[in-house]
DNA sequence: ATGACGATTCAAAATCGA
């Protein structure tokens, strides 16, 4: 079981690409983010020529937007808001008997101080709510899946330079401390960092204005996918699918997989 | 320090991303 997360940033400007990622990863399960597609518009006949015949989304026109593909029957579809807003961030479906979570936590603006920017403070409080909520309904034996673009780096290794972004919206410790209280809620195995060690970097984020992205690597691990401890034990393999950052018209985002055994 | 890019939207310039 392959478990894919992708901010496709447009589903339907990278329908193509989704393909390529389909066939280059061969995934079992697709969590997207950012697909900016309200669900009457959502490319269904596409992805189901792609083999995706089991499709759960939660989009709206512009922004945000959640998904999840699935080789197999999805079941138990539902969809969660957080702060008190319309934006359709977080979709939920069972499948082969985990709780599949595709989630896209805000981006927060520029300035990292709430009193200040709103959208800084409305992301802190998103963490929040999120560590409130899963403490509250699960616990670390159920099988749940959490994978996403977390808008944060937690480690000093998950940025480029760790002292140059302490103050920089992704990577302050008010994110960091918080993503790690989240963590803790169900003890979730962050599941890159089972097979990479901390003092290594691991990026999937690379911005649009960097003109050689790759030659000057100023990355962050904003994609993650998490398991419970339930699941942990089957965890076999992961990627970050890097050379997805060099496609045609690529998102921002590189796709990060997690192998679980069957 | 600024801007660099890219997607979206009542279609031109603004907003958002991170």
């Known amino acids: 079981m392959k478990i894919v997360t992708w901010n496709v940033n447009s589903i339907r400007l990278r329908i193509d690409l989704l393909e390529r990622?389909?066939?280059?990863?061969a995934p079992d399960v697709v969590c997207l983010q950012e697909t900016k597609c309200p669900d009457d518009l959502f490319p269904h006949e596409a992805l189901t020529r792609l083999g995706w015949e089991h499709v759960a989304c939660h989009g709206q026109k512009g922004y945000n937007g959640v998904a999840i593909l699935s080789r197999r029957p999805l079941?138990?579809?539902?969809?969660?808001?957080?702060?008190?807003?319309?934006?359709?961030?977080h979709i939920i479906a069972e499948v082969d008997g985990m709780e599949v979570h595709s989630l896209y936590i805000p981006a927060g603006g520029d300035e990292p101080?709430?009193?200040?920017?709103?959208?800084?403070?409305?992301?802190?409080?998103?963490?929040d709510e999120l560590t409130e909520w899963f403490a509250a309904t699960y616990g670390p034996r159920d099988p749940l899946v959490l994978a996403g673009d977390f808008n944060v780096a937690p480690l000093p290794t998950d940025v480029w330079d760790h002292k140059k972004l302490l103050k920089v919206v992704t990577h302050t410790p008010m994110e960091t401390t918080r993503l790690a209280l989240l963590q803790q809620t169900l003890d979730w195995v962050d599941t890159t960092r089972a097979f990479v060690p901390a003092d290594e970097h691991v990026f999937t984020w690379w911005s649009y204005r960097a003109a050689d992205w790759r030659g000057a690597n100023k990355g962050r691990r904003l994609d993650h996918v998490w398991v419970t401890p339930a699941l942990a034990p089957r965890l076999t393999g992961w990627e970050v699918h890097v050379d997805a950052r060099?496609?045609?018209?690529?998102?921002?985002?590189?796709?990060?997989?997690?192998?679980?055994?069957?």
Do not use: I, Y
Not at 113 to 127: E, I, T, V
Not at 247 to 260: K, N
């Open 21 to 25: 990622l389909t066939d280059e990863m």
């Open 246 to 262: 060099d496609w045609p018209q690529p998102s921002d985002h590189a796709p990060v997989a997690a192998v679980l055994a069957d």
């Open 75 to 89: 079941r138990e579809v539902r969809t969660q808001a957080w702060c008190e807003r319309p934006d359709c961030r």
């Open 113 to 127: 101080d709430p009193a200040k920017n709103p959208k800084f403070a409305n992301k802190l409080r998103f963490l």
